[in-house]
Antibody
Framework: EVQLVESGGGLVQPGGSLRLSCAAS????????MSWVRQAPGKGLEWVAN????????YYVDSVKGRFTISRDNAKNSLYLQMNSLRAEDTAVYYC??????????????WGRGTLVTVSS | DIQMTQSPSSLSASVGDRVTITCRAS??????LNWYQQKPGKAPKLLIY???SLQSGVPSRFSGSGSGTDFTLTISSLQPEDFATYYC?????????FGPGTKVDIK
């Protein structure tokens, strides 16, 4: 079955760290750009970060630059998001998403179920 | 960054109604516009890509149109399973940005 399964969410104090994982199956993981997209409670969708197939290019939304790091392990069919210096405003469901198509004209065509990150003291 | 707006922010409709949602970009994005459906507690689902191409497996009652800055998503005959929130998203440039969403609920 083609799927993405996130894990690693939870409750963390402000200033703390958390590492999210996303396990991919049913498709050739190494052939796709991958992304993290988040959704704060009751709010809309916000793209967080992208990573190229071989990990050589990474892009971030301004609000997480210098704090979050996206990475991947193609041998393990896994995507990661290391989140440091967490803030209350990082509280959200974090989705792993597959990116299909060229950079311009791409689309998020496969999503995981998401993992909830709560930043609170 | 390219800003995306949607109208209306919410609407009430009945089964069988024709529903149209509008999305506007702050600058021209050619046809690099995608539409997603999200139901409560679930992940978003891709409906339309490149403004008017139907994603595999999506019912033909969904259609998209537009180019440049103005786009529409149309549901030709609303079904019970279509009550959800709909988001547009531009893929013209990084960062990819989403509209604020349009919630479609039962009248």
């Amino acid at each position: 079955e083609v799927q993405l399964v996130e894990s690693g969410g939870g409750l963390v104090q402000p200033g703390g760290s958390l590492r999210l994982s996303c396990a991919a199956s049913g498709f050739t993981f190494s052939s796709y750009w991958m992304s993290w997209v988040r959704q704060a409670p009751g709010k809309g969708l916000e793209w967080v970060a992208n990573i190229k197939q071989d990990g050589s290019e990474k892009y971030y939304v301004d609000s997480v630059k210098g704090r979050f790091t996206i990475s991947r392990d193609n041998a393990k069919n896994s995507l990661y998001l290391q989140m440091n210096s967490l803030r209350a405003e990082d509280t959200a469901v974090y989705y792993c998403a597959r990116v299909s198509g060229a950079v311009a004209g791409s689309k998020f065509d496969l999503w995981g179920r998401g993992t909830l990150v709560t930043v609170s003291s | 960054d390219i800003q995306m707006t949607q109208s209306p922010s919410s609407l009430s409709a009945s089964v069988g109604d024709r529903v149209t949602i509008t999305c506007r970009a702050s600058q021209s994005i050619s046809s690099y516009l995608n539409w997603y459906q999200q139901k409560p507690g679930k992940a978003p689902k891709l409906l339309i890509y490149a403004a008017s191409s139907l994603q595999s497996g999506v019912p033909s009652r969904f259609s998209g149109s537009g180019s440049g800055t103005d786009f529409t998503l149309t549901i030709s005959s609303l079904q019970p399973e279509d009550f959800a929130t709909y988001y547009c998203q531009q893929s013209y440039s990084t960062p990819p940005t989403f509209g604020p969403g349009t919630k479609v609920d039962i009248k």
